[in-house]
């Protein structure tokens, strides 16, 4: 991977402060993805930058006198020299204070910059946006959010103060932490969908008539954003989609592939081919046609582990002695019907 300048530590502080550009962001993803110890710290740097909003917007801390009161309570023999312009080490601490000391000093860092930002963001809406690929994204409430690519999502700067509402423009799978006493709101174009604590896909792109939510776990209401009574209450398996000026259309035991490209596997058993294609059209972003519609109610079987498109179609052919061709994004199946 390009390595960026910086570390993961100043990509944490420009995350913090809305600063970090989208190179910087997905070196981060990539980091946070490594290691469950690598959230952990993540989540911990983030409490030490939530905490600053509580201090007063003019307090500067004297981060020598702190320093020189710490050292002074770490023992006797262990001193450091102060020169003009160089500091040097006389004796070493063990290592167990090192790791300890490099933390409280890089969480004062962070802090010293969540207070200068905080100055120059409060009250600004905040946007994230996924490239190319698939990105994660840690709330400040430290919910989780998958945005499928070309995706963005905003928030208020005070978010998880009195409200937790998130605007969607595109794809997202959201993980978000429980908190009764805070509802999480996902607005989309025209539908909004409410929640405590689950975890969902909502597709709600700009330009897109039909917008959907699919349940991974929980549950969440669904419905109309300009009209609270048009809405349904859905749990762990139920899809909901909205199109203008008709009934909310709602499936109980929705396709187990609505979630696929959060789990990278798409899984299909005794499926209708009309299922097949849209559950491709949604995991790959692509059009999948075909020039006969016999096709359609013909079953298939199959598992696929990080799959592509070609590898599925053609083992869809293969099943039902058809052949494929593809122009662009497109895919168009052609073939008699089933064996």
């Known amino acids: 991977m390009h390595q960026a300048k910086g570390t993961y530590q100043e990509w944490i502080a420009k995350y913090l402060s809305r600063e970090i550009t989208a190179e910087e962001q997905e070196l981060l993803s990539a980091w946070l993805n490594e290691n469950p110890e690598h959230r952990q710290l993540f989540e911990q740097f983030q409490k030490a930058w939530n905490s600053t909003e509580e201090l007063h917007a003019s307090f500067e801390p004297d981060v020598d ?50 207070l200068y930002f905080l100055k120059s963001t409060r009250h600004r809406f905040v946007e994230v946006a996924s490239q190319d690929t698939r990105t994660l994204f840690i709330l400040p409430d430290s919910s989780h959010v998958w945005l499928q690519p070309h995706s963005t999502l905003s928030y208020s700067h005070d978010f998880g103060k009195q409200k937790r509402d998130v605007k969607l423009n595109g794809e997202g799978f959201f993980d978000v932490k429980r908190d009764e006493a805070t509802p999480f709101i996902v607005v989309g174009q025209k539908t909004q969908v409410r929640v405590l604590g689950t975890s969902f896909v909502v597709h709600a792109r700009q330009g897109d008539e ?103 179609l053609n083992l869809v052919c293969l099943s039902l002695n058809s052949s494929y061709k593809k122009d662009g994004k497109t895919y168009t199946l052609h073939g008699l019907g089933c064996p």
């Not at 209450?233 to 959060?262: I, Y």
Request: net charge neutral.
């Open 65 to 114: 006198a702190a320093w020189n009161k710490l050292k002074h309570r770490i023992g006797q023999g262990q001193t450091v020299n102060v020169k003009k312009g160089e500091t040097t080490l006389i004796k070493l601490w063990p290592p167990s204070f090192l790791k300890i000391a490099a933390s409280i000093a890089l969480i004062l860092a962070i802090s010293g910059i969540a």
């Open 210 to 312: 039909k917008e959907f939510v699919v349940v991974a776990s929980g549950k969440v209401q669904f419905g109309e954003a300009t009209n609270p009574a048009n809405a349904v209450v859905l749990t762990k398996g139920d899809e909901a989609s909205f199109l203008p000026e008709k009934p909310l259309d709602v499936r109980r035991n929705a396709s187990q592939n609505a979630v696929a490209w959060k789990t990278n596997r798409l899984q299909f058993d005794n499926t209708s081919l009309q299922q097949v294609l849209d559950d491709l059209e949604l995991y790959f972003d692509i059009q999948v046609r075909t020039d006969n519609p016999a096709l359609l109610k013909c079953q298939f079987t199959g598992t696929f582990e990080l799959p592509s498109a070609e590898e599925v």
